[in-house]
């Protein structure tokens, strides 16, 4: 077990060079529910009655508490009221389950934005966004972001392992999306 998490921390904190998302720009996003943790309480998030609101801008990422995926999240957290400003809703998913994610939604998402819970990959797979499976283990997800317009079409879509670029490319589109490009 503890190679396994070994596997992940390094899997979490690796670089490559950026690669395009599964699902291209122009696609109709996959519609779904989630278990979702916001500031520790759990809820159902629903893409469909986000969209009502504004675009949504979703990132897939490998694993609570791994290297990579904790300084993302606090990225987004930190970027969070850039996207309300911008009128987008912002959900991060992983393989994770729920009780994991109402921690972190916490402690490392500092209340800011929901993470959701999908340990049967659902949503993953239909998104494209399944990295890697083991012997045992379902998988995870890959490191992608989509943002998608209120028509539910996907706008912007970046596949990358390194978490660095994810923050400043979805708030770049969310902006252009806002400003009509």
Do not use: W
């Amino acid at each position: 077990m503890r190679g396994l998490l070994v596997f992940f921390a390094c899997l979490c904190g690796l670089s490559a060079a950026p690669a395009l998302a599964e699902l291209k720009v122009g696609d109709k996003a996959p519609d779904f529910t989630v278990q979702a943790a916001l500031g520790g309480k759990v809820f159902s998030f629903s893409l469909a009655d986000h969209l009502k609101q504004g675009p949504v801008v979703i990132y897939f990422y490998p694993k609570s508490y791994t290297a990579g995926c904790t300084v993302e999240a606090h990225e987004f957290a930190e970027a969070a009221g850039k996207f309300a400003a911008a009128g987008a809703s912002l959900i991060g998913i992983s393989a994770d389950g729920v009780e994991t994610q109402k921690t972190f939604s916490s402690e490392e998402c500092r209340d800011k934005f929901p993470v959701g819970a999908d340990p049967d990959l659902t949503v993953i797979r239909a998104y494209d966004a399944v990295f890697v499976r083991l012997p045992g283990i379902a998988g995870i997800a890959d490191r992608s972001s989509y943002v998608i317009d209120q028509g539910g079409t996907i706008r912007y879509a970046y596949t990358d392992s390194a978490p660095d670029k994810h923050v400043e490319n979805t708030l770049r589109a969310v902006e252009a999306l806002r400003a009509g490009k």
